[in-house]
């Protein structure tokens, strides 16, 4: 079974949709006309609930199917897309560009919108399913952790589920194919943040300060210690300064200096010990030097983990939709950041990739010349609808 062929049918629809949500992009809680237009559609497929204002500007439309949630056993699964854009300024040139100054689909949420919502409209038109199927429409993955949200407002209780699913789109991976990992597949982030307070002086009299740009330089490079170092060579992790900043001028010694990063890792031991030694080596080289230095580990996303049978059951659908040669176990995890990592902390869940061809040479995602490959709604779509058919049987 490859694409379903009603999907198939209103492919070109669902790309006007994904070339409309392109144009008006809109970020992080901020997602009032995209969703208001999600609630429209999913109302318009005759979804028998559709519940807004979750998570400020989250949708999830309830598609119950034949039997309802007594001839299904109470059987549900939910289905997640995240909506919302990143504050970049496209430079695509496409005649759907962003109509925002500042703002760009440029991680193709708004073809996982549109997925969804063609599973939606399949799923409510049909209803070849027993039990319920929610589909959660999630707003702020990309900055303020909407799938977080969304849990603490109480999705799982208010939509009482078994399983949940995820999927990402992937550029520069074969178009069509799937890929997925049990375990970890993103890892968890930190933003990390040093300020380190000395003396400042002239820079021709340095014995009268107490040099900031010194003590920074050398944490720098005690830092890069902490994954050599500490975490067992197999085991992931990541320590970067991606900004550094004090001084102003040539021959002024500066009070202080300022150190920005992110850390990432996958076990929470490794996150707890790259916090302490972070911790530990700016404060400690700080005071070595006689100076000050206050350490900052903020925790963001916690690691994506892909539960094993939900795993096995999205490989099932994906192999249904792709065939075999085009399911793909993914070789090792990516250090980036996922929001859904807190719906599978609350939920037995799976996040596969699908991949959206086009080279590996273009543009990928968060890149002012991104675009999402519209030749693979369909199948994304098709993924959605056979995960429900194949995990909710009507016999
Ligand atoms: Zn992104
Ligand atoms: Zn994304």
Not at 276 to 295: D, H, Q, R
Not at 346 to 369: C, E, F, T, W
Request: one cysteine or more.
């Amino acid at each position: 079974m490859p694409i379903l062929n009603r999907i198939a049918e209103f492919h070109p629809e669902m790309t006007a949709w994904r070339q409309d949500f392109h144009t008006h992009p809109e970020t992080a809680f901020e997602e009032v006309r995209t969703s208001g237009i999600i609630a429209e559609k999913l109302r318009q497929f005759g979804c028998d609930e559709v519940v807004t204002g979750i998570a400020r500007t989250g949708v999830v439309g309830v598609i119950r199917g034949q039997g309802g949630n007594e001839g299904g056993g109470g059987r549900a699964i939910g289905l997640r897309a995240d909506i919302d854009a990143l504050p970049i300024e496209e430079a695509t040139g496409l005649p759907y560009a962003s109509q925002t100054r500042g703002k760009m689909h440029a991680c193709g949420h708004d073809g996982h919108a549109t997925m969804l919502l063609g599973a939606a409209r399949y799923l409510a038109e049909t209803r070849n399913f027993s039990g319920t199927v929610y589909v959660i429409f999630q707003p702020a993955e990309e900055a303020g952790g909407g799938g977080n949200v969304m849990v603490q407002e109480g999705l799982f209780d208010r939509f009482p589920m078994q399983r949940v699913f995820g999927m990402h789109n992937w550029p520069g991976a074969p178009e069509g194919s799937f890929y997925w990992r049990y375990g970890p597949v993103m890892a968890a982030t930190a933003n990390i943040k040093a300020t380190i307070t000395g003396k400042g002086a002239h820079g021709a009299m340095p014995h009268q300060g107490n040099d900031p740009i010194v003590i920074a330089a050398q944490i720098v490079s005690a830092l890069q210690s902490v994954v050599a170092r500490n975490i067992e060579p197999v085991e992931g992790g990541v320590l970067t300064i991606g900004h550094i900043q004090g001084g102003d001028t040539w021959n002024v010694i500066p009070q202080t200096v300022t150190l920005r990063g992110t850390a990432r890792w996958f076990k929470p031991e490794v996150g707890d010990m790259l916090e302490a030694k972070f911790t530990s080596l700016v404060t400690g080289i700080a005071a070595a030097f006689g100076a000050e230095a206050e350490a900052v580990f903020d925790r963001g996303y916690p690691a994506t983990v892909n539960e094993a049978e939900s795993t096995d059951l999205a490989v099932k659908a994906a192999l249904a939709v792709a065939g075999e040669a085009r399911v793909v176990e993914m070789p090792k995890p990516t250090m980036g950041g996922e929001d859904f990592s807190f719906m599978l902390n609350a939920k037995p869940g799976n996040y596969i990739m699908l991949g959206a061809g086009r080279s590996p040479a273009d543009p990928q995602v968060h890149h002012p010349k991104y675009d999402f490959n519209d030749a693979i709604l369909p199948i994304g779509a098709s993924y959605w609808a056979t995960l429900a058919e194949q995990l909710l049987p009507r016999d």
